[in-house]
């Protein structure tokens, strides 16, 4: 995990420079201190996928070129064998395989999204991004705040919901969580 984050961080990094954008500016549009940007950049902190995703619509790049280094080829399908999308482990936590990494101009992105269990004291990390999120759980039970709703969902349970509201989420009980996450 630590590798994939150090290798983000440098494209990252090398997106800032080519486009000679400061990292000051890369942080305001993420909604982050500089201190926090410079440190997703250098690998020493955990990445938000809504904030790469904000970093690739702003300067009309692929999300995939920033998590996998990879800029999609397919414009008719791309198909995803069942565990052969593309893997980011962006936290501890949190790993993310992509559905549609190869398919080149996507009007979503989908993940599976597996989320180990952690201590119920553990805070949750609360985010937002432009446009829309559907999420459908495949196993396990989850915590999901959206601004101030709190609501359980179940293995089968999915909801659709305005990404721009502050949300969250967290396993309940000791199992993992899987979940459908398809970003608009």
């Known amino acids: 995990m630590e590798e994939q984050l150090k290798q983000i961080g440098?494209?990252?990094?090398g997106l800032r420079d080519v486009l000679d954008v400061s990292a000051e500016e890369m942080a305001a549009l993420c909604g982050i201190t500089e201190e926090h940007?410079?440190?997703m950049e250098s690998g020493e902190s955990e990445l938000?996928?809504?904030?790469?995703q904000k970093i690739a619509k702003q300067y009309g790049i692929s999300l995939d070129v920033l998590m996998?280094?990879?800029e999609p080829k397919m414009s008719?399908?791309?198909l995803t064998r069942k565990g052969h999308g593309m893997k980011v482990e962006r936290r501890s936590a949190y790993k993310y395989e992509s559905l549609a990494s190869g398919f080149r101009g996507r009007k979503a992105d989908p993940f599976i999204v597996t989320v180990e269990p952690k201590p119920a004291d553990t805070p949750k990390e609360m985010n937002s991004h432009s446009g829309q999120e559907f999420n459908m759980v495949l196993e396990g039970t989850m915590e999901l705040?959206?601004?101030?709703?709190?609501?359980i969902l179940n293995e089968g349970d999915s909801i659709y919901f305005d990404?721009?509201?502050p949300h969250g989420m967290r396993t309940i009980g000791d199992q993992r969580v899987r979940f459908l996450a398809i970003i608009f």
Do not use: D, P
């Open 10 to 13: 440098e494209r990252l990094r």
């Open 37 to 39: 940007y410079l440190q």
């Open 76 to 78: 008719t399908y791309f």
């Open 48 to 52: 938000s996928v809504a904030n790469l």
């Open 163 to 165: 990404a721009t509201q």
């Open 145 to 151: 705040t959206i601004g101030n709703k709190v609501l």
């Open 68 to 70: 996998f280094g990879e």
